[in-house]
């Protein structure tokens, strides 16, 4: 709950044996994992154990997140941590994208936050509310409905430069898409197949 205790040797150790007991027993989410043996103490749980840390460092600690990624079998995974464990981003591409594109692409999902990898991630409801408050904005300035329709599909445009990873300004070369440099990097094929971006405190009901 506090940089200080985020720091503390002690809690840093024990994040990281959670991390490595999921990795190796295959966890999938935080219920799985907190009624697992804990690997430093088989005769407690995970979650029984992590009552035990509480008790000794004297904050809060909760398991809030887990998400396991693995790589397709053509694929390949990059990863990036910000900050001291503040931002950590895991991302896999596919199509040829070297280790060094997809590092760099690793950064930019940290910096730039996008909420999807391509357009068609994005729902049919999402984009309709979307259009919907792009049209009102319009047509409440008095635009004429034809004008209202045109500014809606520039929006439109806007919110998938924003929202979209693929779309967006890469973080490095503002000039270019994040799709334009990985087929300049690493080929045509090149892309990215998923993303996860794990911030703290994000998941914990803060």
Excluded: W
């Excluded at 840390?53 to 904050?59: D, M, Q």
């Excluded at 500014?151 to 979209?164: A, D, L, P, S, Y």
């Amino acid at each position: 709950e506090t940089d200080f205790v985020a720091r503390n040797p002690d809690f840093v150790a024990f994040a990281e044996e959670l991390a490595a007991q999921a990795l190796s027993s295959g966890a999938t989410g935080v219920d799985e994992l907190n009624t697992q043996a804990y690997s430093g103490d088989a005769a407690h749980t995970v979650e029984e154990a992590i009552s035990q840390k509480v008790a000794t460092i004297g904050e809060n600690i909760v398991l809030s997140r887990l998400e396991r990624v693995e790589a397709g079998a053509e694929n390949r995974l990059n990863s990036y941590i910000h900050g001291g464990g503040k931002i950590g981003v895991v991302v896999e591409g596919a199509g040829g994208v070297t280790s060094e594109a997809l590092h760099d692409v690793a950064l930019h999902v940290a910096a730039a936050e996008p909420r999807f990898v391509a357009r068609e991630e994005v729902t049919e409801d999402l984009l309709e509310t979307e259009r919907e408050i792009a049209l009102k904005q319009a047509m409440d300035q008095g635009k004429p409905e034809e004008i209202a329709k045109r500014i809606v599909e520039g929006k439109m445009e806007k919110f998938f430069v924003q929202e979209v990873l693929l779309d967006q300004a890469f973080a490095k070369d503002s000039g270019k898409s994040v799709a334009q440099y990985l087929k300049e990097n690493s080929g045509d094929d090149a892309t990215v197949v998923r993303f996860v971006r794990f911030k703290l405190g994000e998941g914990s009901g803060e």
